[in-house]
């Protein structure tokens, strides 16, 4: 279900480039910031009238979604308040197991969306129209994978073929470890259409982050995952500033082939530290803090 929803993500990202480069293309680059701009607007307003912290509250719900929610997300009847446990959260082990994935994995998924266009220009000679078309083709990829590849993992899962810590930890090993393969090929290749089948593939593989990396929230603490991602997802975003910097700077400096060698490479190392670190210490296990501390019953304490 996680993997259908994050993938809505992704088909935007396919809707965007193909739809920013036509309109580019047929107008100009301004054009595309007001329509693109204007498009969130209808978003913006239909957010707050029709989301809901929790399914009870809900109220175009059906009762067979409800029921369905209520025994997947094991939701108590009534909810907690429950006190963030921040020097927990940033004492815990598996939590900057998950920052530092996240952030090694979103300097991998900001490149490829945001300088793999540039790259196709420079280097590969792309006008801008394939362009958009084939920096879209890796998010169709990654848009497709991610919704097959959830079912399949939940079939896995279901049927206990593998522990649910070798599922998380094979999903995640399967989507950087090939992205981090491919990234390492494309700088050694002049074929422009050899170069785009590599990219596809390292992110297509990516949409089985949704059955590893973004489901460990919920494994680790369920009460706490809007947090967790909040805080893991800032600092992965800190990436997305970062990668146009650095490319910019690497490239002021020597704007050739070679240059865009390092910028690669250095891809492909934050790709293998996500694998590296994921697969050594990540763990399905609830954290402690996570459950709510219960108040003593009053005839106990006076025992």
């Known amino acids: 279900m996680s993997s259908f929803v994050y993938s809505g993500g992704l088909l935007g990202n396919v809707i965007s480039l193909l739809a920013t480069a036509y309109i580019a293309h047929r107008t100009n680059w301004e054009a595309s910031f007001y329509i693109m701009g204007g498009v969130c607007i209808p978003w913006m307003v239909l ?14 719900i059906r009762q067979d979604e ?4 209520i025994a997947a997300l094991q939701l108590a009847e009534k909810k907690q308040r429950l006190k963030v446990p921040w020097k927990s959260i940033f004492l815990s082990g598996q939590i900057w197991t998950l920052i530092i994935t996240h952030t090694s994995i979103g300097w991998g998924f900001y490149f490829m969306l945001t300088q793999l266009p540039l790259y196709m220009k420079m280097v590969l000679q792309f006008n801008l129209n394939e362009n958009g078309i084939a920096t879209s083709l890796p998010f169709i990829g990654m848009f497709l994978f991610s919704v097959f590849y959830g079912r399949a993992a939940d079939y896995v899962i279901s049927k206990e073929v593998l522990s649910l810590t070798l599922i998380r930890k094979f999903s995640n090993i399967l989507a950087t470890g ?10 050694f290749t002049t074929n422009k259409y050899a170069v785009v089948a ?15 990396l973004m489901q460990s929230y919920m494994d680790l603490a369920r009460n706490f995952a809007g947090t967790l991602i909040a805080i893991t997802n800032t600092v992965a975003t800190l990436a997305g500033i970062a990668v146009p910097l650095f490319v910019g700077w690497i490239l002021n400096q020597d704007p050739s082939v ?5 910028v690669f490479l250095v891809t492909t190392g934050f790709y293998l530290l996500a694998t590296i670190v994921y697969g ?7 954290l402690p803090w996570n459950k709510p501390i219960e108040a003593p019953n009053r005839d106990e304490e006076g025992k």
């Open 47 to 60: 957010w707050p009238l029709l989301i809901n912290d929790n399914p009870r509250t809900h109220k175009l």
């Open 66 to 69: 409800l029921n369905y929610l």
């Open 178 to 187: 090939v992205a981090a393969l491919c990234c390492s090929i494309v700088p």
């Open 198 to 212: 590599l990219m596809v593939i390292a992110t297509t593989v990516l949409g089985a982050l949704y059955s590893g």
């Open 258 to 262: 070679a240059s865009w060698r390092i």
């Open 280 to 286: 050594l210490f990540i763990t399905t296990t609830e």
